[in-house]
T-cell receptor
Framework: KAGVTQTPRYLIKTRGQQVTLSCSPI?????VSWYQQTPGQGLQFLFE???????NKGNFPGRFSGRQFSNSRSEMNVSTLELGDSALYLC?????????????FGPGTRLLVL | AQKVTQAQTEISVVEKEDVTLDCVYE???????LFWYKQPPSGELVFLIR??????QNEISGRYSWNFQKSTSSFNFTITASQVVDSAVYFC????????????FGTGTQLKVEL
C-alpha cells in the first residue's frame, strides 16, 4: 500500500506570494492533518480534516488555510508569504480522527521564502 | 494543556552501545495516547510505536523497547546494540482529547551513532 504523498517536495517563493501544497493520504484513510516544522518552533499542528470538514485548527494566522476533497486528498494554502513561513510542511493521514488513531506522515514539502 | 518534554537534545554513542531516549509528558486527561516517531535526514516522520494510557505493559520489538510508567509520566525508548542506521531525530508525542486530539510533539532528541 502506498504511503502518504506530498507535492511538491521543494518550493522556493518570495515574500508576498502565495503557495498551495498538496497531500494524498494512504488509501482508505479519511483523516488528514498538517504540521509545520521549523528549527525554532519545532513541530506544530496546523489543522485536521475529516470528511471534507475542518475538525481542529492550531494557533496559526488566517493566512494559513486548507481544505479536503471528497477523495480525502487535502491541500493547504499560505497567502502573503513571510520569511518566517520557511519550513518543512508535513502531512499525516489516519483512518479516522480520534486520539487512538495512528497518524502516518508523508515526506514533507520544504518551503523556502526569500 | 498538553506538554511533552525531551530533555536530551543530542546523544552520541558508539555503535553497539545501548541508548535510552527520555520522554516526560503532561496531561490532565485520563485517556491519552503516546507515540514515538523517527525522523531521518530525509525528513519523513516514521511511526515506531503507540501506547494508550490504560496499557502500561512494556514492549520489545527487535532492538527497540519502550518503558511506559504512568507514576512518573514517562515513556522512555531504548535502542539495544545501536547501529549507524539508527542515527536520526526521535520525537515523542502525546494525543489526548483535552488537546483537541492533535499530536503534541516534544522537541526531539538527535541520536548520532558512530563507528
Amino acid at each position: 500500500k502506498a504511503g502518504v504523498t506530498q507535492t511538491p517536495r521543494y518550493l522556493i517563493k518570495t515574500r508576498g506570494q502565495q503557495v498551495t501544497l498538496s497531500c494524498s493520504p494512504i488509501s482508505g484513510h479519511r483523516s488528514v492533518s498538517w504540521y509545520q516544522q521549523t528549527p525554532g518552533q519545532g513541530l506544530q499542528f496546523l489543522f485536521e480534516y475529516f470528511s471534507e470538514t475542518q475538525r481542529n485548527k492550531g494557533n496559526f494566522p488566517g493566512r494559513f488555510s486548507g481544505r479536503q476533497f471528497s477523495n480525502s486528498r487535502s491541500e493547504m494554502n499560505v497567502s502573503t508569504l513571510e520569511l518566517g513561513d520557511s519550513a518543512l510542511y508535513l502531512c499525516a493521514s489516519s483512518l479516522a480522527p480520534g486520539g487512538g488513531e495512528t497518524q502516518y506522515f508523508g515526506p514533507g514539502t520544504r518551503l523556502l521564502v526569500l | 494543556a498538553q506538554k511533552v518534554t525531551q530533555a536530551q537534545t543530542e546523544i552520541s554513542v558508539v555503535e553497539k552501545e545501548d541508548v535510552t531516549l527520555d520522554c516526560v509528558y503532561e496531561t490532565r486527561d485520563t485517556t491519552y495516547y503516546l507515540f514515538w516517531y523517527k525522523q531521518p535526514p530525509s525528513g519523513e516522520l516514521v511511526f515506531l510505536i503507540r501506547r494508550n494510557s490504560f496499557d502500561e505493559q512494556n514492549e520489545i520489538s527487535g532492538r527497540y523497547s519502550w518503558n511506559f510508567q504512568k507514576s512518573t509520566s514517562s515513556f522512555n525508548f531504548t535502542i539495544t546494540a545501536s547501529q549507524v542506521v539508527d542515527s536520526a531525530v526521535y520525537f515523542c508525542a502525546l494525543r489526548a482529547t483535552g488537546g483537541g486530539n492533535k499530536l503534541t510533539f516534544g522537541t526531539g532528541t538527535q541520536l548520532k551513532v558512530e563507528l
